[in-house]
Each structure stands twice: as C-alpha cells, then as structure tokens.
C-alpha cells in the first residue's frame, strides 16, 4: 500500500491575512462582472418568461399532435454526444458544433440536430424499423439572427420513419406532415421546396464538374435563395474552383423549378437521361409528384433545382418548407423568417454508426419550431391577446379576518378533487385584492367562504367575468365547478 499523504502545514496568519485581502477584492470585483453579464443571457441564447412558455407549449402541442396522428413513438437521447460521432456528418456545418474541452475523459459535443443521434440510437439498438419523433434543444455555433427566429440554443421537432418500404411512400407522407402543420398553424402563404440529391449528382455530372466538388458545389447552389445568379456563379469559380462554362452549364438546370411538367421535360433531356443517377432520381421525383396529387397537396409544393442543402447525409428526396409572407395587415415590416421546416431521405446515415455497415433506410423532417414561434410571438403582441400563464380555476377566498382554517380546509378538498386552485398566501387578505388577483390572471372562479357561508353549510361562488354569486351546498360545490368548467 501507498504511504499516507503527509499532512497540510497551516498557513501563518499574515498570509491568511493577505489571501483574505486580495479574495475581498477579487469577489468585489467578480461580482461587477457576474452582475454585468448576468444582464443578458448567453449570445444567441434567451429567456422565456411564462407567457412565452405557454405560447411555445401551445405550438409544440399542435406539432406534436400531428406526429402522434401519423402513428409515431417518441423517443429521447442525450445532450450529449461523442465529438467522433458528430463531426464529418454535416459538411460545412460541422464548424458549428459546440465541442467541450476535454475534461481527462472522453471527448464530447453539444448535439447539433437531432437526426444524427437517431441515426446513432438505430444503429446502437439494432433497430432496423421504426417511426419517431423527438422534440428537444440542439446547440449551433451559429450567428445569432434573433428577429428571424436564429438561435444558438433552439428546439427542434423532428419526424422520422426508419425502414426498408416501397419507395417515395414514407416521403410523401412527410411532406403532407409539414402541409398539414403550417396549415394548422395558420402562418400565412407557404412553398414546400423539393428536390433529389441523385438528379443534382447527375446534373453535377453531365456538367463536368468532378464527384470530389460535389458537396461543395452544392452549399453554394444552396445559396440561390438569397443571392443572385451572379454572386452563386462567381463563389463557384472564384472560391470553388470550377471553370466558368462549368458554372454556366449548371446555371442553365439549378435556376428551374416547376411541378410534374419540369419532371417529364428532364426526363426528355438529352443529357441528363443518359445519367444514370438523374434518371433515377427523376424517376422518383415523378413518383412522389403522384402521390402528392392523391394527398392533394401539390399546389403548395415546387420541384425546385436550387435546393440543394449542403448536408453530408441526404442521399434521396431532399426538401424545405418557406414562409412566402407573413399573413398580418397590422405589421408594416413583416418578419423574414425564411425556412420553416425541412428534411431528406438519408439512407447511408445508420450504417455510418453500425460496426458492420448494415443500413436502415431512413426518412424525415425537422420542423423549424423557433422561427414558427418569432411569428406567433410578434402577432400575439400585435393583437394585444393577454396569454393566461396558470391554468387555476378556482380562487378560494375569505371575506373576513381569522378564516385562514376555513381557506385551508376548503382549497385542501378542491385539491384533492383534481380541481386547479389557488388562494392568497396572506392569513387575512382584503376580499377586493382576491377578487382583483382573479381578474389579473384570468382565474374564472372565486369560492368565497365566510362565517355566514360556514354557518349555512354553503360556499358562495362567484362568476369573475359576470360577477354573478351563487350559494352552492358545499357537498355540491365540486360537482357544481366541473359543469361551470366544462367546454
């Protein structure tokens, strides 16, 4: 065995002394700055008071019961993930990831979606059929855009089906899931981008330019959204190395976008139907454009070259749902919120994980919950709608002084009655200010017992709204609430 440590020798009381000094100063001075930034959150983080919280619980309420109605499970994995298992998943986005110092362990990142950890959760399960959703936080060292909604800390709301099915099924369905929440939600206009990784692999192809540029030729092809034609070009040649013509080749394919119609003109395209990857993938792309036409969604959808998201993992349909306007005549400046959900076919993406490469096919779609919740927030304010942040029903209260047991014993049986209730945590609270209380917070109902309602056996209750008061027998008071509260 090991030899005791030897023992602390005590510090002579000088230098205590002077340690005590300098840690008063320090502390002063420490607490300035944790004072200073303790008045904002982190950049790209925020706090959400209780009227934001319910918003937020309301959205994630109808979100979640559209994945529920599609007959999915949810599941949950942790914030944290290993840094090997994150990085060279997300293309350029891996520059994002949030990686923690190494603690003399493992080596660990904040989770950057939550597609890859389903991946990871399928592969380390054996699992090779499955639909899910997860709604949790995921972190991106991204600059922050708040008035867009663009958080570095943000909840993601994600749907999945993992499994070998007839193709373009379990695609369509998700894209009547995105069409089926932005209606329910009631956003405004809105445009479900959708286009196929193989047919811009072909259109890449037949264009010259070399499988190593492919990714990369994609992130900027993504960016035709937001820049024009030109600048793309220019980022292409200048930054991406490819020739010009090469560049004005994919020009002539990246800038179109249509319905089935397009489709069958690519299909007749005398370069692209020579590609083998084009080909199938417009093959699909038809396919899917049926199935839509039976969900009848397709008037909400565009075939659209340009999308082209710059994820290492898509390996199929790839598509992304927009906000065209924002549906609000009160607002001068509407909120720019651009994408508001998106996903992909990601077939390779489990084998990645799996010790002997087995594959799961898989699909989904994220819905982009922050920015959906920047416009709700900005209409609620607008209207003036005053968001109830309790959901008590019942105030009891007392009229005069020494009733505080009269109080307890009366909301302890409405407790215990699953009836949501609250009183005034004073022993002899003004009846005005409980009453006030009430129409402060939107409680709709006061039980009001005195020591004439004590005599009677009665509690008196009170209609905040209409003010209207009721003797009820207290036998039947709880019976009497439920009726009062039902829809």
């Avoid at 040649?237 to 089935?260: F, N, T, W």
């Avoid at 945590?425 to 004590?454: N, R, S």
Wanted: a negative charge; one cysteine or more; proline letters at 5%.
């Amino acid at each position: 065995t090991s030899p005791p440590p030897p023992a602390l020798t005590p510090l002579p009381d000088a230098m205590l002394r002077v340690r005590a000094t300098r840690e008063r100063k320090l502390s002063h001075g420490d607490a300035l700055a944790v004072k200073q930034a303790l008045s904002v959150p982190g950049q790209g983080t925020r706090d959400h008071s209780p009227a934001h919280v319910v918003l937020r619980d309301r959205l994630l309420a109808a979100v979640v019961a559209c994945f529920k109605r599609h007959g999915a499970a949810a599941i949950d994995t942790p914030v944290l993930e290993l840094r090997e298992m994150l990085i060279g998943r997300y293309g350029e986005g891996a520059k994002l990831i949030y990686e923690l110092q190494d603690q003399g362990g493992e080596l660990l990142a904040l989770r950057y979606d939550l597609t890859v950890p389903f991946a990871r959760y399928l592969a380390m399960n054996k699992i090779t059929n499955m639909k899910r959703y997860h709604v949790a936080k995921v972190y991106r060292r991204d600059n922050p855009a708040t008035t867009r909604g663009r958080y570095r800390e943000f909840y993601q709301c994600d749907f999945d089906i993992a499994g070998q099915f007839d193709p373009m099924i379990p695609d369509a369905e998700c894209l009547k899931i995105v069409h089926e929440i932005l209606s329910d939600l009631q956003l405004g206009d809105f445009l479900i981008r959708v286009s196929h990784r193989q047919i811009l692999n072909g259109v890449f192809a037949v264009c010259g330019i070399p499988e190593s540029k492919f990714i990369t030729t994609c992130s900027t092809v993504d960016k035709l959204d937001k820049m024009p034609w030109e600048e793309v070009r220019s980022e292409m040649v200048g930054e991406k190395g490819l020739s010009p013509e090469a560049a004005d080749r994919i020009g002539e394919y990246v800038q179109l976008h249509g319905g089935l119609d397009l489709i069958e003109r690519l299909l007749q395209d005398p370069k692209l139907s020579q590609n083998k990857l084009a080909k199938e993938g417009l093959g699909d792309m038809k396919l899917l454009f049926e199935y839509l036409t039976l969900f009848g969604i397709t008037e909400k959808v565009s075939f659209d070259l340009s999308l082209a998201r710059g994820l290492d993992y898509y390996t199929g349909v790839i598509y992304e749902a927009v906000l065209l306007q924002q549906e609000n005549d009160h607002v001068d400046e509407p909120v720019s919120v651009g994408s508001v959900a998106g996903g992909g076919r990601y077939d390779g993406l489990v084998g990645m994980f799996d010790p002997k490469g087995r594959k799961v096919p898989c699909v989904g779609v994220s819905i982009g919950i922050e920015r959906i919740f920047s416009i709700l927030e900005q209409r609620v304010a607008v209207s003036g709608e005053k968001v109830r942040t309790t959901e008590t029903q019942v105030l009891v209260a007392t009229p005069h002084k020494h009733l505080i047991t009269a109080r307890l014993k009366l909301i302890s049986e409405l407790w215990d009655a699953g009836i949501k209730a609250e009183m005034m945590y004073k022993k002899d609270p003004k009846l005005l200010k409980q009453l006030q209380y009430c129409e402060d917070t939107g409680i709709p109902l006061a039980a009001i017992v005195g020591e004439q309602e004590l005599t009677d056996g009665v509690v008196k209750l009170r209609d905040v709204a209409t003010r209207e008061e009721v003797d009820i027998p207290r036998e039947k008071l709880v019976d009497e609430i439920r009726r009062r509260l039902e829809p």
